[in-house]
């Protein structure tokens, strides 16, 4: 066989809370796994702080949350990569597993747990499921020949390969293949793929990337590889122990089976299956978009509510980032530079989450000094600071400025709705328009011309609780964000709560006494 940012987007979904009747106010979100074959990276970074900041934000909603990511351990891209530095596969994908396991915290991530493809109850959960695609008749035996990319562990069709026969990923000349393999019988789902995307137009989103994926389908499915026979590096097919499979069926069955042995002696699938988000990198979209539901299908499981696909991080030239370019932007350098807030801040900020964007380490320091030093730090710093002058550190129990409130009162619920678009970046952008608008109010209020004025006393009460109340109320927004920098900040104005209904404008001050607040952000 031969094988070949900003405003809402019109493929949106409704509002989460129209949706949860199925389960109760559950949502399961999911980084792709990463290869060990190297070291993390921006990219990783990238994926893993939007799927921390959707988590959050979730959880700040009272829902019942869990947030994976891990490692993708097997495949050829991994032995290859162990050979090359004379070590055995399953010690690299120790070495560099650690590694990924180290960022997540170093991220600030609150991932629930991390899957690694070589945990025994991985295997053999992916043995169970693949079992019963074999034995639901979608499997034939066979022998493959076709054009195959090792990096990408992929066999590429005609219509994907780049002139002199190149991967269009890597861009590398692609290798000829020929080896028995047990199939999967992907063409046997044309017309039910093609159905999952009518019924569900926001199934893959942004909207260019579910035509991408809908394209590819109706340009006519062929059966794909399930096993490798001359790879040994992987999980033994169950019926044939002398093949392996295919790396990628391997890797797309994490995120179901890392339900049932994420928590010792609990199985947690019945309460989050299916995911409501898969979060995903474009260079793997039809693995997510096209063979992952087809499996699903033929194993008589749920397919995911949604798969949303970001784009590439680009160098400051717009180049795809390269070591050998020299464009690179370390996320490490950033932190230790800047801080953990201020890397999360800059990559949900600068580039329209879905889309590409370049990103370097000039705009990293433009966004830190003008939005969270300048803006978002001096007007905690000031607020505090003019509450001990003017009030002896105490916040006014006065009403606060009706007129304020109501630029407010729509705000929690319009963040909401947009991210449960999985929206990050138009988001952040509601949130930081109110951040702007309180530093106008200081401004406009001149709270040092008022506190000059005794009768002016009770509308310098007003324009102080107006002011704290509306940085805690746009900070509890923002904690998914830059959590670290909002819990001290919360702190110092005696209202540490989170949870979302906080985010309200309340119509009196908080009467609380007020803590000194270290800048959060200081200039460098």
């Not at 391997?250 to 089976?257: E, G, P, R, S, V």
């Not at 929690?412 to 991210?419: F, N």
């Not at 309200?504 to 007020?514: C, I, N, Q, T």
Request: glycine share 6%; hydrophobic share 40%; with cysteine.
């Amino acid at each position: 066989m031969d094988a070949r940012r900003n405003g809402p987007r019109d493929d949106a979904p409704q509002a989460r809370p129209n949706k949860v009747s199925r389960r109760a106010m559950s949502f399961y979100v999911t980084t792709p796994i990463y290869y060990v074959n190297a070291q993390p990276h921006l990219g990783h970074a990238y994926t893993t702080i939007a799927c921390d900041v959707l988590a959050r934000h979730m959880r700040q909603r009272g829902e019942d949350v869990f947030f994976l990511t891990g490692t993708d351990e097997h495949g050829e891209p991994v032995a290859d990569a162990a050979a090359a530095q004379g070590m055995e596969p399953q010690a690299l994908a120790d070495l560099n597993a650690e590694k990924f396991k180290a960022l997540a915290p170093q991220l600030d991530a609150s991932n629930d747990f991390f899957i690694r493809t070589t945990d025994e109850e991985h295997k053999r959960r992916v043995q169970d499921v693949l079992q019963r695609v074999h034995d639901n008749g979608y499997t034939y035996k066979g022998v493959y020949e076709g054009w195959y990319c090792p990096r990408c562990a992929d066999f590429k069709v005609e219509n994907e390969i780049l002139e002199g026969n190149r991967c269009p990923i890597h861009e590398i000349v692609l290798e000829r293949h020929q080896e028995e393999n047990w199939f999967f019988q992907l063409s046997a789902f044309q017309e039910r793929l093609e159905q999952l995307y009518a019924d569900q137009p926001d199934f893959v989103m942004p909207k260019h990337h579910y035509n991408e994926a809908r394209s590819f389908i109706a340009s006519g499915l062929q059966d794909i590889s399930l096993s490798r026979k001359r790879l040994k590096w992987g999980v033994t097919v169950p019926w044939d122990p002398e093949h392996v499979f295919y790396v990628w069926f391997d890797a797309l069955l994490n995120y179901y089976t890392a339900l049932g042995y994420a928590r010792p002696g609990e199985d947690l699938t019945d309460r989050f299956w299916p995911a409501t988000y898969h979060v995903i990198g474009k260079d793997i979209l039809k693995f997510h978009t096209v063979f992952w539901p087809a499996m699903l299908m033929a194993a008589e499981l749920a397919v995911p509510e949604h798969v949303f696909v970001h784009g590439f991080l680009l160098g400051a030239d717009g180049r795809k980032m390269s070591k050998s370019l020299g464009n690179v932007l370390d996320p490490f350098e950033v932190m230790d530079e800047y801080g953990t807030d201020a890397l999360r801040f800059y990559l949900m900020r600068d580039v329209a989450f879905g889309s590409d964007g370049s990103v370097g380490i000039d705009a990293v320091r433009a966004r830190y000094e003008a939005e969270l030093a300048n803006e978002y730090g001096n007007l905690a710093s000031r607020t505090i600071a003019m509450i001990h002058r003017y009030r002896d550190g105490v916040v006014p129990s006065a009403l606060t400025d009706g007129e304020l409130a109501r630029e407010f009162e729509a705000l929690p619920a319009e963040v909401s709705v947009v991210l449960d678009r999985a929206e990050p970046t138009r988001a952040l952008d509601l949130i930081w328009e109110r951040v702007r608008r309180l530093n106008r109010y200081v401004e406009e209020r001149a709270p040092w011309q008022l506190a000059r004025d005794p009768e002016q006393a009770d509308r310098l009460d007003e324009t102080l609780a107006s002011l704290a109340e509306g940085l805690r109320a746009v900070s509890v927004l923002l904690h998914p964000y830059v959590p670290d920098s909002v819990e001290k900040l919360l702190l110092a104005l005696g209202t540490p709560d989170v949870a979302y209904e906080r985010a309200l404008f309340a119509e009196r001050g908080s009467g609380l006494p007020v803590q000194s607040l270290e800048p959060l952000f200081p200039k460098r």
